[in-house]
């Protein structure tokens, strides 16, 4: 009895010694810190998510104020130059329209045409310019906002509009089965007899004739890029484009005293949208 007595006695002592010892202990948090110099291991740089591409890569369609219901089409590349600029090529191609066109039917055969139009108006937009980053989206989601400035030479394309002719038709003031058709380049005068217009011709019949009108252009425009994945690009972008060309663009033609010059136009101030996908690597 006496023995185990004073086991237990020992052990209270041995476990009152031990928390003693671990209360008297210094805290770490609240050790000061050390007056010398002190050395810190530096952190190991990490990737810029930013940085980790070098190309970008877009295709777009475009639709603009002075173009029809899908203006055209474009491709741009960009090279990233640091953490918010890009140095951008870009080639664009879209169609006039002039406001003032107006479709015809011909009762007799059922075709249409364009009283009075000349030429196809086409350009072709090669430019550079830059590009930076105004709102960076988050690297799975959101949405990033980029201011863009180009400029460049505009190459206006005049491809004759071209008219399936009944000669016969005209000659014996009466359609027949064997008439003569003939797709030749629209004349107001030579045509006068609209009656005799069977339809239009296929679109590229003038191809062989086009001209060119040389001009030059200047954009500005802000885009906003949506996409989950950083090497996805998609999005919409939105600007304005003035062009002008050395001479008037012939589109309409009509016959005197009509006023050729305030149906056609030198200048062209449109406001456009261009919806693009592409990719980055």
Request: hydrophobic content about 40%; overall charge neutral; aromatic content about 12%.
């Amino acid at each position: 009895m006496n023995q185990t007595y004073v086991l237990i006695t020992a052990l209270c002592l041995a476990l009152g010694l031990a928390g003693t010892a671990r209360a008297q202990a210094p805290d770490a948090s609240t050790t000061p810190a050390p007056t010398g110099p002190v050395i810190q291991a530096r952190p190991q740089a990490m990737p810029s998510d930013e940085q980790s591409y070098q190309r970008e890569t877009v295709f777009g369609i475009n639709f603009n104020t002075q173009g029809a219901l899908i203006g055209g089409i474009n491709v741009r590349v960009a090279r990233v130059l640091d953490e918010r600029w890009l140095r951008f090529w870009s080639l664009e191609g879209v169609s006039f329209k002039n406001p003032k066109e107006e479709a015809v039917t011909n009762p007799y055969t059922g075709g249409s045409y364009k009283l009075y139009k000349a030429n196809y108006a086409f350009a072709l937009r090669p430019s550079i310019g830059i590009q930076r980053i105004l709102f960076r989206k988050a690297a799975d989601a959101g949405v990033q906002v980029n201011g863009l400035l180009s400029a460049g030479p505009s190459l206006g394309l005049l491809m004759p509009y071209y008219i399936s002719y009944d000669y016969t038709a005209e000659k014996n003031n009466a359609f027949g089965p064997a008439d003569v058709i003939v797709d030749e380049a629209y004349d107001p005068v030579k045509h006068a007899q609209e009656q005799f217009i069977y339809d239009r011709a296929p679109l590229f019949s003038g191809i062989a004739q086009t001209k060119i009108v040389p001009g030059a252009h200047l954009r500005g425009a802000l885009s906003f890029e949506y996409g989950r994945y950083r090497d996805a690009v998609a999005g919409a972008e939105l600007g304005f484009l003035v062009e002008v060309y050395t001479k008037e663009l012939l589109v309409l033609n009509p016959p005197a005293p009509a006023d050729v010059n305030s149906l056609n136009h030198q200048f062209f101030p449109s406001v456009y949208l261009t919806l693009y996908i592409g990719h980055r690597n």
